[in-house]
């Protein structure tokens, strides 16, 4: 599963940071236009991704998909004409699924509509209002305190009317039907670490995983957060027993390190995985157990659903201050950080496909490696320590019973020279498949 | 379980403190009329409590309960008339289970048969010699050492005849047969923290039980240490089965924090039940292993035996200066102290009487909380994140599998909390009680 | 299972050393006329010694027996020849298994076939090759990059030719098959801890077992390492099923610590009993965790032999300077190291004698002890507190699912002192052996 020829990662960070440029702007919500434009950016990158549409009032398990929001303008005026809120200066501007209204206030009145955060007194915070009708405006709590005692004229040019929820899926087929799900949100207006880090990543992910002929079948979604996943898990209820492991992706531009949070049952085989290749890869990350809040993690591990699903970010959501605000941009996130989180998806993925079970063909004592060429015949090591180590630990542990990821974590070796060792012992008939 | 109508325990250490006054003067032992005395003032506060009379000579298994002791008075003359050692200053003088004697010795001799304790030398220290004939007195180490050369007149004026061994026991009968045993002990003299704190601290929570319904039978033995815990087991020895939880109560009123001895299994219900409650409720706390010395937990512990019962005490036996000395009274306990014990006590009452099993019946993905008033539609907590996340983590873990108990555990949440929003969620039919 | 009449082992130390000072000289490999003269040493500590001949060219699973290696002489001379390196001065000073040669070389060449240690530059380096014809000498660092330019005589006096490998074996039957395995190996030139200081601790542990009564078999292995493992795996394939038990003895002489490298199982009986016995015994110990690499481990614990066979060590292998040098001398093993490690190994040996599983004769409540004089009758401990609490452990954990070991290991109390109290139990007839 090495690079296929003449292909390299070098500069996949920013491509991918120009591609989070380019879908920054929208003004994406659970439903409407914004979703819309962004799966057809990603579609440029996956020709064969589904949009799928689900119209307004279907029902799915105790929720039912909401009418379908969109949003031309917004502005609060002062009594001198001038804008002192636009929403085309940024569409955190509006509360997200505001309702339209068209009316005149006095700053008391309108304050029980604005949205500010004290604490960051220039950030913009993110504030949604999906399921209980209202309007509002979310502005910096500096601009909030200097407001002056006047009228104002307040718009809001929203419409909330019956369409369809959006969403997207990509079906890469493999050899065997066995699955992974890799899911992300495309609910978030303009901020980059949550969410855009997300969409971003996979996006080139599955290009990558489309170019290569793989054991195992990959399934992206891109989705809205909650009712997205809901919608699909409505849909898909009757094949869940296919998927064999999964990740959610959110959060993976920040400069911070790694975090993992575990799937439900805390040991299942992407739990297993994702901890191993931090391990190996990772000077420093942080394990979180899994807790029935966050992004859809808490869907696919709810209790009539609980897939093997973990979710691996950087730093995690609520745990970095930007979160949900205007801070949260393009400068936030990093082509490194996220040419990082790439690779380690990527390195999930090849470990996916190279992880196998093998048998010892000489079980009884050690097989003379000398006269393979395995083994330096005068004293010290042939390659490095690492080297012979990972041999005998492959001879030991391949009874069958223990994959090359159990031998890696009981070694405590790199899976990447397991896997190297194990095709070495393959090729000299030493171990064979099964 | 809340508080019944009008009803506080505010003060109610001050009572059992107060209780304890009136048993602290009574010379009990493993039989006799001190133990009889004792269970008569308890009978006040339980009418219903049953008296049992075991005949001395019965077999109890590997035992023989022992002839009935009584005393009437003791003390020791010098040569002049004057008594140095009075039984009436302080039962512990008497050597517990002396024989009757009147005799004239010698210091010499008399010595033989004088206890003190040098390390505290103002305690006299309480010894027994129940099952060896023998005589004794017990006094400050300071008054040992200077006791003149004289001829002593030595007078114990008791009786060691064919008699009972007598206990208390009630049974409060709940929905279930399922049984829960408070076990203390009621045959040692005048010491407070080991032994009276046990049974008032049990007599004031039976009569608390007592006035509600409950869903589990509570048993309630006051016994004399080991032969009495022996002679009820044997007793009752085809009707164990029926027990699924208890804890012997004693040293329970020292200003000391909580201990826990777990049962012989060590993760049994009322080793997860009591740790938790401890953990919800004190700052601080020792959890002791199982061990096959300590009190009744021996008898109950044994491998014939096997009950899932453990011990919560305050500063455990042995690890107080105090302990079985004559500086173990009424102002060594606090009413404080006591009153913490009987909440955690009651507490563990409430939570075995609250913790039951639900299934989520809206087990496919999260059921729409906000639609119901359960969630926040803008932002932040709606109470606090305690109340969030305890609803999240009971609908999370309700698959019929795990107990409330199960979920505070795992979410590291108060159980009182659990309880509360488990039944909003109830209320809500978003779960129900299987 | 304590020492016999009259007997005692002070001084054994002492005579192994002896033992160990006259088995330094002999020139071992691992085939030839060094491991036989070494055998015959054994023998006459132990008559019934078994001496196998293996011919060459065997096949024993995936290796050969390879030809038999003899040496007489071999040397380095300058041109005024004077002999440089001397075979008759230090047995290391040839490449083990080095093939004949005699010719004259200039150093250049003859630097090829020089092996020295930089980091140690006084010591001569111990370098074999076994499966790859070759010759060479090892020297020390300092005397290496003193030969001056020169042409110098190079003599190997040896022979590889068809024979035999040797080893040796010495069953001890017991009352039942179930067989504990002693092996060490007999294949290294004089070098003491690694590896003299196994056979000649074993040889004594031998000689001590083979004068007593045993419930189990033991066998001894003296073999040359690896291919003499293998060897009598492939030959006693059939057989392994008897193996309850065992160790690899090597490096038990030098001055540090004990380490216990676990089976690979990590939980198997050895395992247990001699981790125990190393808390019992010891304050201060390493606990290594099974690896596949290291000495005859590796065969008896490969996939398709898979027994349960640990080793226990002083300081092990790799991790002192001295190994596989001449530094591993006589003055490098101590007397006293030897003798703390053979009582080790006896106390080993005596724990599989001594372990048993018990019934508790009165499992309905404690027995009681006082009228059987095993409790004292006035408060206070009759011997040590540790008599008391031995007793109740053992009457508690005795319901015939836990061994002594286990009651050891679960009350933290020495395995020899609960051996004790259990004899004393089973003469009260209070617990039986099951």
Not at 73 to 84: Q, T, W, Y
Not at 129 to 152: A, K, M, V
Not at 184 to 203: A, E, F, K, Q, R
Not at 244 to 269: M, R
Request: glycine share 6%; hydrophobic share 30%; charged share 25%.
């Amino acid at each position: 599963m090495a690079l296929l020829e003449n292909e390299s990662f070098d500069g996949i960070g920013k491509q991918i940071h120009e591609f989070m440029t380019n879908l920054y702007p929208i003004c994406r919500s659970i439903t409407g236009n914004g979703v819309r434009d962004s799966l057809k950016q990603i579609k440029q990158y996956l020709p064969n991704l589904e949009i799928h549409e689900v119209p307004s009032g279907s029902e799915v398990f105790d929720w039912k998909i909401p009418n379908e929001w969109n949003i031309k303008d917004a502005f609060v005026k002062n009594s001198l004409g001038e804008k002192v809120i636009d929403f085309n200066n940024s569409n955190l501007h509006v509360l997200n699924y505001s309702t339209p209204i068209h009316t005149k206030l006095h700053l008391d009145e309108l304050k029980k509509h604005l949205f500010s955060l004290e604490k960051y007194p220039d950030w913009i915070p993110y504030k949604t209002s999906y399921y209980d009708q209202n309007w509002g405006f979310c502005l910096s709590h500096n601009q909030l305190i200097n407001l002056p005692e006047d009228e104002y004229e307040v718009s809001i040019d929203s419409s909330l009317e019956s369409g369809s929820l959006t969403y997207g899926e990509l079906l890469l087929k493999g050899e065997t039907d066995d699955e992974v799900i890799f899911s992300t949100y495309v609910c978030h207006p303009s901020m980059c670490n949550d969410n855009l880090s997300g969409p971003t990543i996979l996006t080139y992910l599955a290009k990558e995983i489309s170019k290569r002929k793989t054991k195992l079948s990959y399934r992206f979604l891109f989705l809205p957060e909650t009712i997205g996943a809901i919608t699909w898990l409505s849909i898909n209820k009757n094949n869940l027993n296919k998927i064999k492991a999964g990740l959610v992706a959110t959060c993976l531009g920040d400069p911070g390190n790694f975090t993992y949070k575990k799937s439900k049952l805390g040991i299942s085989y992407i739990d297993k995985i994702t901890i191993k290749l931090l391990e190996d890869n990772s000077s420093d990350f942080k394990i979180e157990e899994f807790k029935p809040f966050g992004s859809d993690e808490r869907q696919y591990c709810s209790p009539g659903i609980n897939l093997p699903i973990g979710s691996l970010m950087k730093t995690m959501y609520y745990k970095f201050p930007e979160y949900h605000t205007s801070a949260d941009n393009l400068e936030f996130v990093t082509p490194k950080s996220l040419e990082s989180s790439f690779l380690m998806y990527y390195k999930i993925y090849e470990t996916l496909e190279d992880n196998d079970y093998y048998e010892n063909l000489n079980p009884m004592c050690e097989p003379q490696l000398g006269k393979r060429g395995l083994r330096n015949n005068i004293g010290g090591p042939k390659e490095t320590n690492n080297f012979q180590e990972s041999i005998d630990w492959i001879l030991n542990m391949s009874d069958g019973k223990n994959s090359l990821l159990d031998i890696a974590i009981k070694s405590n070796l790199n899976f990447e020279l397991i896997k190297k060792c194990a095709d070495i012992l393959e090729k000299n008939q030493l171990i064979k498949k099964i």
